[in-house]
């Protein structure tokens, strides 16, 4: 795969109380450009093997879930993430019924 190259998963099953990590091979970067769920039950974090640092968006408006806002935040809306394979991003399904998902990323160093 070359720099410039789309990545992307078109199915990914996270199971309840699962975890999924985006994570590129080592020497490669990516810049995260969508993902698309079908749930508010996951929580995304960046992750670097050991240590967890929650992404959350502030409530607003009536809204006051902070899952909900992060799923009106990612869920069909371009964004830029950046990972490597040391600084990545670890989704954990924090419901009970299993969460399908996508996503798009592009290789931007190897």
Known sequence: MARGDIVSDSYVLISGSGTVD?????GDEWKMNLIL???ENVQVRGYDGSNLAELDWRPSGSDTAVDRDWVQVMSGKLTAFFLTNSQYMRQENVGGSAVEELY???KIKE
């Open 104 to 106: 798009s990323a592009m």
């Open 22 to 26: 985006i994570q590129p091979a080592s």
């Open 37 to 39: 769920m079908d749930a």
